[in-house]
């Protein structure tokens, strides 16, 4: 389960389980640090705590659909021991992040559970990991503080001049036609032996990993989509077009 609000144009996503105190500290920061700005909550899940500022919004039943109409997808991780990925400090990732880009209007900024942050699969949905620098005799921060560097962060960054958008440059599909492709791309590469069940999620990992790293624009995930949707026919039919 996953909850949003719309900072700006960025989707502050967390896990339903929080903790009353973090969850007050986090209703109270939200609040503040976008006072002016603030626009409407899109949507949000709220524990049993009467944080009437958070009761109006709606729910998503997972992260998947939470960003699926996110052009960029940050996810906040402390975990160190995954050595494939890199970990940006907040101002390279959220810079990254907020950077103009044609394409749906929404980026995501995603913070995992209180006890054990985000699972592997929550964090292959996200282009760029950040992490926050602690000491090594603290090495992990309560949610709220986390929430709250990040958001201070990007206030400064705020008041930063960027490049506008260039009009050349070709749209970014929605997380959720990007998702589509590769669940399409999934189940060809089942269906013609290239993955094996026991080992499928690992590879599409890597291959989202590459799909996201390289960023094709929305007119090329479309392309790749029927490419695969194509091949899947053929598979299944041949080249005289009778079924197998």
Same mark, same amino acid.
């Given at each position: 389960? *996953?909850?949003?609000?719309?900072?700006?144009?960025?989707?502050?996503?967390?896990?339903?389980?929080?903790?009353? %105190?973090?969850?007050s !500290?986090?209703?109270?920061?939200?609040l503040?640090?976008?006072?002016?700005?603030?626009?409407?909550?899109r949507?949000?899940?709220?524990?049993?705590?009467?944080?009437?500022?958070l009761? *109006?919004c709606?729910?998503?039943?997972s992260?998947?659909?939470a960003?699926?109409d996110?052009?960029?997808?940050?996810?906040?991780s402390?975990?160190v021991?995954a050595?494939?990925?890199?970990?940006?400090?907040?101002?390279?990732?959220?810079?990254?992040l907020l950077?103009?880009k044609p394409g749906?209007?929404?980026?995501?900024?995603v913070?995992?559970?209180?006890? $054990?942050?985000l699972h592997?699969?929550?964090l292959?949905?996200?282009?760029?990991?950040?992490r926050i620098?602690t000491?090594?005799?603290? !090495?992990?921060?309560n949610?709220?503080?986390?929430?709250?560097?990040?958001l *201070?962060?990007?206030?400064?960054? *705020? $008041?930063?001049?960027? %490049?506008?958008?260039?009009?050349?440059s070709?749209?970014?599909p929605?997380?959720?036609?990007?998702e589509?492709a590769?669940? %399409?791309?999934?189940?060809?590469?089942l269906?013609? !032996?290239?993955?094996?069940?026991?080992?499928?999620?690992?590879?599409?990992?890597?291959l989202?990993?590459?799909?996201l790293?390289?960023?094709p624009?929305?007119?090329?995930?479309a392309?790749?989509?029927g490419?695969?949707?194509?091949?899947?026919w053929?598979?299944r $039919?041949?080249?005289?077009?009778?079924?197998?």
């Amino acid at each position: 389960m *996953a909850l949003v609000q719309e900072y700006l144009k960025v989707d502050l996503i967390f896990n339903l389980q929080v903790l009353q %105190d973090e969850a007050s !500290g986090l209703a109270q920061l939200t609040l503040s640090l976008v006072e002016g700005r603030r626009k409407t909550v899109r949507s949000v899940q709220c524990p049993k705590c009467g944080l009437e500022q958070l009761l *109006a919004c709606e729910l998503y039943p997972s992260l998947e659909d939470a960003v699926a109409d996110c052009r960029r997808v940050v996810a906040c991780s402390g975990r160190v021991e995954a050595k494939e990925r890199e970990h940006l400090l907040p101002q390279p990732a959220l810079q990254w992040l907020l950077e103009p880009k044609p394409g749906p209007n929404h980026v995501a900024l995603v913070f995992g559970r209180e006890d $054990h942050g985000l699972h592997s699969s929550e964090l292959n949905l996200a282009g760029k990991l950040l992490r926050i620098p602690t000491s090594e005799a603290y !090495g992990s921060l309560n949610l709220s503080h986390a929430v709250a560097i990040c958001l *201070a962060e990007h206030q400064r960054l *705020a $008041h930063v001049p960027m %490049d506008s958008a260039s009009d050349s440059s070709p749209p970014l599909p929605a997380h959720a036609a990007l998702e589509a492709a590769m669940q %399409d791309a999934e189940e060809l590469l089942l269906e013609v !032996g290239f993955l094996y069940p026991h080992t499928a999620a690992a590879r599409m990992a890597k291959l989202r990993q590459l799909m996201l790293r390289s960023e094709p624009s929305e007119a090329e995930v479309a392309l790749l989509r029927g490419m695969v949707r194509q091949l899947r026919w053929a598979s299944r $039919h041949g080249a005289t077009g009778e079924p197998r």
